[in-house]
């Protein structure tokens, strides 16, 4: 393919794809058919299978204007390909939001004859014009449309396209659309509805079946009937039929589920706004972006994304958050900085109404609607994104996976060389055509295991039932096995690592430029009618919900503590006055006694006016997190000015006073708090004019309000750690696993708590990485600040001694200890700047970074996205609120929101604290090994049955089809699914488990086994045939009579065409059978990763029944049971030659496993090399010891190819570049500045 015909769509965009275009070719179409046709239909399937091949075979190459079909590839490491069909659409207009020149709203009349007569008029004036056609196609339920202009493929979002501002949003799209713009924009976005379809059974059964392991079986099936082995091919029906309704049950279930949960909003009845007055009920499956919707008073549950233009709403966001407090949306703003600026979802967030959020209340004046204006519909919103990546949910990209296929590929390599073997042995043994291309097929379909698939989903199901038990569910069980493999958890700080309520710990005010003495009492008398009081019990988001307070937390915490009581308006009240009836706050009336007014004390407070105490909030700015500060304008009752009140981070608020107000004392009063792990808020006060008037101040922008305040003080709010936290952490860092704090919260706060529960031991350094963009002429710089270590306690001193000898025991390498004596820490200000402007130091930084602070959402996906690109296997465990898309983005996210709405998290732990964290990554390392282990012993099961019926072949004989059946049934199936059920250790080790197929000690443990079980079943194939008794087996046979046990077991029988009873058959029968029961142990280990075999006591019970049965049936020959399995009667020392033979064969495979694989590979050459490459992380402290004599490990080093062989991870490579780098990590008090990465000035801080 050309270059040049390749266009990129999505580009930048997660889903960023390459797209070719085709025209369909009759040649090639009438060519595949006949290939079809003389295949049988196969390559149709092989062409089903692969779309690029499907499409290239049956399509010549042209531009994608011209395209009738598309292929399409994604850009990401799956590289997965799609085909789609380019449809053509009609329409007067080339884009959704063209202009139609259509007369002013104001002139179309009223009802549906102004409606009428304006769509008449629109069809008479595109009579005369030809209309445009529009090439489009749709994947993954996006419709891309053909842009002339830009000569590509591109979809349209919603009014973000349009790049409105704020205050064009009131100007321009306020009013609402007519009826034919919405039709004609109807065409472009659709209905408004995110359909989820439900696929008739018929049409899952038929995609199911044609999945290529059932495709495979059927092939095998065929195969077996005409070799007349019908119950062992029945059997495999069977199976089949149960795993195909199985899958069917469960993907129609999912189905059924996530329809269920879109429902809920997909059709209801909304009003809109045709013109600036007319107002029509509508389907909400009619609206466009553009349309103006009304919000009713009693609240609806939303069936768009759509803006606030009119009026504040209380909206409960559980089902995209996972947080169950109501927020607060206002009226996007209409005049000021944050008007001219372009609308954006995200920054603009508490102004805008997602889809699938319930509306509880709503507030707006007398007269006037609250109304909001469609921002996207359907798949576009919020909603339907989410749902978009659960019904297309990326590969799960685990190395795991891809090896599994590549083993399998061997076995078929394995395959393929019996098949030739056997069709040379045939043709040199004169069998007939027929029998050879039967005989050499059934070697493909013994060597590659039919039931591997659904034995290896066995071990992910039992660990989710285990999971489930312990209050974690899980919504993607394939990401249970990568839990297993996890190397790094990023945990939120408040709800997470501490509690999730703030207690109020004291306040200290800021009086005449100066803080005055903490105190602990917020409710007492004197300080009712302070604006401190007032700015406590009025800057909050707090509503009343049936006759409760709710809210944020912090917000209820700090209003409570005042003691004040809150009154909302009833919808009557809101009606009858005029223009607005404020929500209320006042103090209860015994705080406030008559004598208080002639109180000295009271003669000083910042309000001198004491008539009443009553306030009412006029206007609501909610709290940003990426401005930091909530605000609020209140009028007290009998004042004739307003005032604002705002509260925020300390350094934000203080930033926004004059000067004069603000304590010199601030930053030390403020680090003095924040060292001991305090959440401090700041509060602010300014008196406003007394010419504002109440509409003014509903359209003034926050910006004009919040400046030039008056410093009232600080609040200090206790977060107390939670009891499970530091052991859960210290039990992680022992298992070789990092931890880092990723919060919203202040940075000497966030480093305190690191401190306090052991991210950050007491004798180690943090450096702040404190960077500041380009200002004017001076480049952007990064200043590393060294903080001060705490003066460490007794407890501490001896936790560092302990440490220390620890170390000393494991591995004295004091390199090591410097290594980790140090941890960066950052804020989202200063990631922002290194990530723009410093990406050479980015992955450097996060090597040894601990805590982030002051991090907004999208910056913790950016964080893990990062550590994923140094190839950490991260996890990240949040309260759900803020943390959503680093929980979807992280290999493994943990929410600890017990809403089942949580839908962002793959998994959600009913216990709200990290103890989940350590069972998680258990049950991932059991799934995982337990999924290796399985896969080992169906590789092995299969190349077991391979050895022995290649054996048999080189006699023109085969297993009986009653042998196959025993195996298949009674040993593989059953051993298959209970060694599975091995739990999970009951504490993390050090070592994790290897994550590919493809390394050292499974592949030597592998082919170990192999080579036993090959040599065994030759020996004993070559023994029976050197016996005294040996002769060729007819029915008339009676090898029993020459052996001194007497046993006589003449049975008359038929002669057997295929030569299955013979004394070779019985012999391969006894040694292979015992040798799948021997593997089955050797690989179903316990300890590190699993409890003991012994412990797993289905496992162990079918073990001794098998070995049970398999000794009697062998040494006490059952008539019955050898007729059944076409055994023949052996002697009985020739018995208990066999029971010899299986015994050693069972202690070898046992020693090999155990010496070699577990002791010499892994202990002196795997982990001894490990210990070598691997970093020293400050979680991984306990480094392997490495022996002084070391001849043996290099010696097997160098054998197995090890020798000095670098890391194949990135964040271990990089950490040995920095071990060898002197000006790493950078010095006290120096300047990296963003001209030149390498230059460090000193500069004093």
Known sequence: MKTGEVKII????????????????????????????????????????????GVKGTCTHTSVRNAHTLLLRSTDEFKQWFRARVHVMLAPGGKPFDSLDLKPKA???????????????????FAHRQPDEIHYFTHHSTKYYWNDVIQNFEFYKGLEDL????????????????????????????????????????????????????????????????????????????????????????????????????????????????????????????????????????????????????????????????????????????SGEEAASSYDMEEHKRHTLFCGTQVIQTRFYAGELVKAVVVRTGFSTEKGQLVRSIL?????????????????????????????????????????AKTIIIESLDIVTITVPPALPAAMTAGIVYAQRRLKRVGIFCISPQRINMCGQLNLVCFDKTGTLTEDGLDLWGIQRAEDGRFSPPESEVAKESLVNSAFVACMATCHSLTKIEGELSGDPLDLKMFNATGWILEEPTEEETALHNPIMPTVVRPPKHTVPEANQNNPLTQNMELSELSSCEIGIVRQFPFSSALQRMSVVVRRLGEKHMDAYLKGAPEVVASLCKQHTVPQSFTETLETYTRQGFRVIALAHRQLESKLSWHKVQSLSRDLIETNMDFLGLIIMQNKIKEETAGVLQELQQANIRTLMVTGDNMLTAISVARDCGMIRSHEKVIIADAVPPKDLY?????????????????????VEIHLDEEEEVCDRQVALQEQSYHFAVSGRSFAVITEHFPQLIQKLVLRATVFARMAPDQKTQLVEVLQSIDYTVGMCGDGANDCGALKRAHSGISLSELEASVASPFTSSTANISCVPNLIREGRAALITSFCVFKFMALYSIIQYLSVTLLYSILSNLGDFQFLFIDIAIILIIAFTMSLNPAWKELVWRRPPSSLISGPLLCSVLTQIITCLVFQVLAFLLVRQQSWYEMWTPQSDACNVSSSGLSLNVTSPHDHKNIKNYENTTLFYVSSFQYLAVAIVFSKGKPFRQP?????????????????????????????????????????????????????????????????????????????????????????????????????????????????????????????????????????????????????????
């Not at 891809?402 to 045939?426: E, N, Q, R």
């Not at 306990?1182 to 020798?1203: E, I, T």
Request: glycine share 6%.
């Open 779 to 799: 480049p952007a710089s990064i200043t590393w600040r060294y903080t001060d270590n705490p003066a460490p306690t007794n407890r501490d001193s001896q936790t």
């Open 1093 to 1245: 075999s012994y412990k797993n006591w289905p496992f162990m019970l079918s073990c001794m029944c098998l070995y049970t049965f398999l000794l009697f049936i062998m040494l006490y020959p059952v008539p019955a049971i050898d007729s059944f399995l076409e055994i023949v009667c052996v002697p009985h020392d020739w018995r208990v030659t066999l029971v010899i033979i299986v015994t050693v064969n069972a202690a070898v495979s046992f020693m090999l496993e155990i010496l070699i694989v577990d002791i010499v590979l892994w202990r002196l050459v795997f982990r001894a090399n490990q210990g070598v490459n691997r970093p020293s992380e400050p979680s991984s402290a306990d480094a392997p010891q490495v022996a002084n004599d070391r001849w043996g490990p290099s010696f097997l080093s160098w054998l197995f190819c090890r020798n000095n062989k670098p890391p194949t991870v990135r964040y271990m490579h990089l950490a040995l570049e920095l071990q060898d780098d002197a000006d790493w990590p950078p010095k006290p008090s120096t300047v990296t500045c963003a001209s030149d990465p390498q230059s460090r000035v000193s500069n004093p801080l």
């Open 163 to 334: 790049k409105v501002s704020c205050a064009s949003i009131h100007s321009d799209h306020s009013s609402g659309l007519s009826k034919t713009l919405q039709e004609y924009r109807a065409l472009f976005f659709g209905e408004n509805e995110i359909a989820v379809r439900v696929p008739s059974i018929f049409i899952l059964l038929i995609k199911e079946v044609l999945n290529p392991f059932y495709i495979f079986q059927l092939f095998s099936v065929i195969l077996w009937s005409a070799e007349d082995y019908y119950y062992y091919a029945t059997a495999i029906v069977l199976m089949s039929v149960i795993s195909i309704a199985t899958s069917l049950y469960t993907i129609k279930k999912q189905y059924v589920m996530l329809h269920d949960m879109v429902a809920a909003h997909s059709v209801l009845r909304v009003s809109v706004c045709r013109g600036n007055k007319d107002i029509e009920q509508a389907m909400s499956t009619e609206l466009v972006p553009g349309d103006v919707i009304i919000i009713p008073a009693n609240g609806m549950i939303m069936p768009c994304d759509a803006v606030l233009t009119h009026g504040t709403c209380i909206v409960n966001e559980s089902m995209l958050t996972g947080e169950s407090v109501p927020v607060t949306k206002t009226s996007l703003p209409s």
């Open 392 to 432: 297309y949910p990326k590969p799960t990209d685990f190395k795991l996976y891809h090896d599994a296929y590549l083993f399998l590929l061997c076995l078929v390599g394995v395959a393929g060389i019996g098949f030739i073997y056997t069709i040379i042995l045939s043709i040199m043994n004169k069998v007939p």
């Open 10 to 53: 999505n580009q930048g965009l997660e889903d960023e794809m390459e797209v070719w275009g085709y025209q369909p070719c009759l040649w090639k179409r009438i060519l595949v058919g006949m290939g079809a046709v003389c295949t049988g239909g196969l390559l149709l399937l092989l062409l089903y299978w692969l779309p690029e091949w």
């Open 107 to 125: 002139q179309l009349g009223n009802g549906e004859h102004g409606i009428g007569a304006a769509d008449e008029e629109v069809r008479g004036k």
